[in-house]
């Protein structure tokens, strides 16, 4: 991409930690503070329906072991959404969310859609599941942006995922996550014809930068929370940063 269409300043799963993660409710109290553009984590039902959620497992952040039984799977993938979207995914994080159900990448889409909002979807994986996973997602996205000027930024930890979501949309930009700078990490990226790298912040350097920039690539950081790293972040010309702190930084900065 020669022109970078994103803002600098990234919620976090939609609101970070102020509202139950991943959620059109986090969405809206993020857009609320002001920001533009959000990072959320995508993975399949059982029956192929991309939604929000980051673990594998349903405990933490939904009362699935609650409403689906202790004798069934606890792995959000294993159900199909017609049981996933009748969870309870906001009374974990507090009473003021209880009964906010998991969204569906179609919900977020049109709330995104409608408002002008950008979108990073973190391709998530069950595993065992990335190229599944990766194909499904890219497919679903490019249908659902396929009238939009900027697609969402398709980024994933797993390579695998990625290569996936490029053979079934190519035309859809990709970032590689790094939290580690394991061996091969800048030709993965090439190779999977990425246009960013979002690295865990403390991998970025004036050496990982340079390395980053002059191979083309936008340089974006996860997940920074104070002001200190982020004025270091952006001293060293990395372009943008997923925060929790939307209560902190002002996204206009």
Known sequence: MTDWPYPRWIAHRGAGKLAPENTLAAFRLGAQHG?????CDVKLSADGIPFLMHDATLERTTNGREMLGNAVSG??????????????AGGWHSRTWAGEPLASLDNVARYCLQNGYFLNIEIKPTPGTEVQTGAA???????????????????????????AARAAQPQLPR?????SLWMGWLETALTLDCVALVCNQALWDAST??????????ALSYTVNDEWAAQRLWDLGTDGVITDRIDLFAPGS
């Open 209 to 218: 930068v340079l390395q980053a920039k002059s191979a083309g690539f936008r």
């Open 35 to 39: 920001y533009r553009m959000f990072e």
């Open 175 to 179: 970032g590689l996550l790094l939290d």
């Open 75 to 88: 792995v959000g993938g294993d159900h199909r959404w017609s049981a996933l979207s009748l969870l309870d």
């Open 137 to 163: 997602v890219a497919n679903a996205a490019a249908a659902l942006w396929k009238d939009a000027a900027v697609p969402p930024l398709l980024t994933s930890f797993q390579p695998e995922a990625l290569e």
